[in-house]
């Protein structure tokens, strides 16, 4: 397999498992200690989590497609191959099972904020939930980062 296609693999397992840090357990804390708006800050980090569910669910097919080219059917034997299927689960569930739940739980309360209304207390419920997938797919992909090197051999 090339090089590139190697290289690209670490990039990505750099960005994905990096933003995933970066943004929430750095940014989106530091938006809502600096920010006195609270639903600004939380819009501001969901936009941000929205687009490292993306960035994600990209690198994980491209980290997918990569392992079983590389390892043909000893990819599902591979605990990388398994690492990033369980992570990609968990992104998609989080942004497609979740979000949307909490979308709509603002969207009731409307035109109060979410915190402010009668919904308060589900939403903190599914944010816990959130909360949780998002710390199980950040602590898999320190286990992807230290494990990385057997998907190239």
Same mark, same amino acid.
């Given at each position: 397999?090339?090089?590139?296609?190697?290289?690209?693999?670490?990039?990505?397992?750099?960005?994905?498992?990096g933003a995933l840090?970066?943004?929430?357990?750095?940014?989106?804390?530091?938006?809502?200690?600096?920010?006195?708006?609270?639903a600004l800050a939380?819009?501001?980090?969901?936009?941000m989590f929205t687009?490292?569910?993306?960035?994600?669910?990209?690198?994980?097919?491209?980290?997918?497609?990569?392992?079983?080219? =590389?390892?043909?059917?000893?990819?599902?034997? +591979? $605990? /990388?191959?398994? *690492?990033?299927?369980?992570? %990609?689960? @968990?992104?998609?569930?989080?942004?497609?099972?979740?979000?949307?739940?909490?979308?709509?739980?603002?969207?009731?309360?409307?035109?109060?904020?979410?915190?402010?209304?009668?919904?308060?207390? =589900?939403?903190?419920?599914?944010?816990?939930? +959130? $909360? /949780?997938?998002? *710390?199980?797919?950040?602590? %898999?992909? @320190?286990?992807?980062?230290?494990?990385?090197?057997?998907?190239?051999?």
């Amino acid at each position: 397999m090339s090089r590139v296609a190697e290289n690209l693999y670490s990039i990505l397992i750099t960005l994905w498992v990096g933003a995933l840090w970066a943004i929430g357990y750095l940014a989106a804390p530091t938006l809502f200690r600096v920010l006195d708006d609270r639903a600004l800050a939380g819009r501001l980090a969901g936009e941000m989590f929205t687009y490292v569910a993306w960035l994600g669910m990209a690198a994980a097919a491209y980290l997918l497609e990569f392992l079983a080219l =590389r390892k043909h059917g000893a990819a599902f034997k +591979s $605990s /990388v191959f398994w *690492l990033v299927l369980v992570m %990609l689960l @968990l992104a998609v569930a989080g942004y497609f099972g979740i979000q949307p739940i909490l979308a709509q739980l603002k969207a009731d309360s409307f035109p109060r904020e979410v915190m402010e209304s009668a919904m308060r207390d =589900r939403f903190m419920a599914w944010h816990g939930v +959130s $909360s /949780v997938v998002y *710390l199980i797919q950040s602590l %898999l992909g @320190l286990m992807l980062v230290a494990l990385q090197g057997r998907g190239l051999r």
